[in-house]
């Protein structure tokens, strides 16, 4: 009994210390059937993928598909929050050249509007300092992620709950209802047993990965099994054990395909 795929990692491309061909080589070696490839999103302010970088890193998937055939390469991004209204940044256009599409909160980020920074940003970084947040925020955190699970096709949540303080089980109902992967992240997992045993019981299914940002840790799911193990989670409820997700943007292009759209 094994993971099959591991679908959150990061290269030189933005806050990685390996190549693409080192992670595909690294998940090979780990014996997974699939791979994701998601760099940090086009706002982040340290450790950004370059727009103009992405042909050339199509480019060099392309050729690694050719070159190991034994294994299914997702090219994707790990797209930010930048806006209080849920908006993020990948434009509409660019997302069907995406394999998937991955979303997280993160503190270093061009936000949209100074209203952003001001009821969303430096609250919670304010916030994290004291490690306490109030119900208002909370609110408001969660209000965000529902509105941007509604706008857009996004397949993972990253390390829900890191950085910004949300309601678990109101958003994982919103990912089960959406058929978003509800995320247990390999480096952070930023959510109680309590919070787990509350977001499982909604129904909605897990995924786990690695967030390798080397290629030494691609494959590596001890902290988000440790967890499944701890509270309890049905594997049965986690996409990647024992079988390949059926991601959400996935499944629509195939939609839009059958009826001509694309």
Known sequence: MAFWGDYHTHTVYSHGKGTI????????DAGLKEIGITDHGFRHMAYNVRRMDWPYMEREVKNLRLKYPQINIHLGLEANFNSFDGYIDVLPSEVSNMDLIICGYHKVMKFDRARDFFRFWLPNIFY??????????????????LRALEKYELDILSHPNT?????????AKACKHFGTYFELNGKRISMSHQELEAAAATGVEFICNSDAH?????????????????????????????????????????????????
Do not use: C
Request: aromatic fraction near 8%; charged fraction near 30%; charge should be positive.
């Open 128 to 145: 994290g300092i004291f490690r306490t947040t109030p119900k208002k925020q909370i609110r408001r955190n969660t209000e965000m992620y």
């Open 214 to 262: 080397d290629p030494s840790r691609v494959g590596d799911f001890s902290r988000g099994q440790a967890a499944i193990e701890a509270v309890g989670i049905p594997y049965t409820q986690v996409a990647n054990w024992e079988r390949l997700p059926e991601f959400r943007s996935k499944k629509l292009k195939e939609k839009l395909n059958v009826h001509g759209f694309l």
């Open 21 to 28: 061909e080192e992670n595909i080589a690294a998940a090979v």
């Open 163 to 171: 950085g910004a303080k949300i309601d678990i089980t109101e958003v």
